[in-house]
């Protein structure tokens, strides 16, 4: 069982390269998995935990629908922005600048063979972090992700969370906005739900703030949660 998780910050890539580079690790993790299955071996898999930062992109789930994005491909042009349907779960959403995203790409038989576990485990990283600037982050049932003012009319989504398993290895994950514009969130029904709004760190406490400083906190939580040990490593 190996609870080691290398770190690697990509800091601002292309969606599509970050999503080949995911899909190259998951494979690597898969590769060592079918081969001790095979040749009865007990070979250590590897897990990494990638942070990035994406340009303006659109994303929508496998099990998404196509009409919660409200642009054409013109106006998409027009934004700088670019679209991929892409095989996670979840709905729409969007990546850009001043959202820190994170891709844990895990053997979660290194750690709990349960996905409902793995994304509350997310959820939970993501509220332990909000914590440290007073922010309440809460659950909303039936719906993945961090949101603040839950139950009440001023309901907003601050992180997305989308990922994909198999054989019980992870990738994507969690799209955290921190200083994120938020006007690009319009040309979308955001993870499908009408009538919600979304928010970032910056929004909440009308204040810019340090990126390095959140990935830090999310990185210490994310630690503990796992009960893993985080080391950095080169692209």
């Given at each position: 069982?190996?609870?080691?998780?290398?770190?690697?910050?990509?800091?601002?890539?292309?969606?599509?390269?970050?999503?080949?580079?995911?899909?190259?690790?998951?494979?690597?993790?898969?590769?060592v998995k079918?081969?001790?299955?095979?040749?009865?071996?007990?070979?250590?898999?590897?897990?990494?935990?990638?942070?990035?930062?994406?340009?303006?992109?659109?994303?929508?789930?496998?099990?998404?629908?196509?009409?919660?994005?409200?642009?054409?491909?013109?106006?998409?042009?027009?934004?700088?922005?670019?679209?991929?349907?892409?095989?996670?779960?979840?709905?729409?959403?969007?990546?850009?600048?001043?959202?820190?995203?994170?891709?844990?790409?895990?053997?979660?038989?290194?750690?709990?063979?349960?996905?409902?576990?793995?994304?509350?485990?997310?959820?939970?990283?993501?509220?332990?972090?909000?914590?440290?600037?007073?922010?309440?982050?809460?659950?909303?049932?039936?719906?993945?992700?961090?949101?603040?003012?839950?139950?009440?009319?001023?309901?907003?989504?601050?992180?997305?969370?989308?990922?994909?398993?198999?054989?019980?290895?992870?990738?994507?994950?969690?799209?955290?906005?921190?200083?994120?514009?938020?006007?690009?969130?319009?040309n979308i029904?955001?993870?499908?739900?009408?009538?919600?709004?979304?928010?970032?760190?910056?929004?909440?406490?009308?204040?810019?703030?340090?990126?390095?400083?959140?990935k830090e906190?999310?990185?210490?939580?994310?630690?503990?949660?796992?009960?893993?040990?985080?080391?950095?490593?080169?692209?």
């Open positions: 069982m190996n609870k080691k998780i290398k770190l690697q910050d990509l800091g601002n890539k292309d969606y599509k390269d970050t999503w080949d580079y995911q899909e190259q690790l998951f494979k690597e993790i898969v590769e079918i081969h001790n299955r095979r040749e009865e071996k007990n070979d250590e898999t590897p897990n990494y935990f990638l942070f990035v930062e994406h340009p303006h992109v659109y994303t929508l789930g496998k099990s998404g629908d196509i009409s919660n994005l409200l642009l054409s491909e013109k106006q998409l042009e027009a934004k700088g922005a670019t679209f991929y349907k892409i095989n996670r779960g979840g709905d729409i959403t969007y990546h850009g600048p001043g959202q820190i995203v994170g891709y844990p790409i895990l053997d979660l038989e290194n750690f709990f063979t349960d996905i409902h576990k793995y994304l509350r485990f997310l959820e939970e990283v993501i509220i332990l972090t909000l914590a440290e600037y007073n922010i309440i982050g809460t659950r909303s049932e039936g719906e993945t992700g961090v949101w603040l003012g839950v139950g009440t009319p001023f309901a907003r989504k601050i992180c997305a969370m989308g990922v994909r398993a198999s054989r019980w290895v992870t990738m994507h994950g969690f799209a955290l906005n921190v200083n994120a514009d938020l006007g690009y969130f319009d029904i955001p993870c499908g739900i009408k009538g919600k709004a979304v928010t970032s760190l910056h929004a909440e406490l009308g204040r810019a703030i340090d990126e390095d400083e959140i906190k999310i990185l210490k939580h994310f630690q503990n949660l796992f009960e893993a040990e985080i080391f950095t490593s080169a692209t």
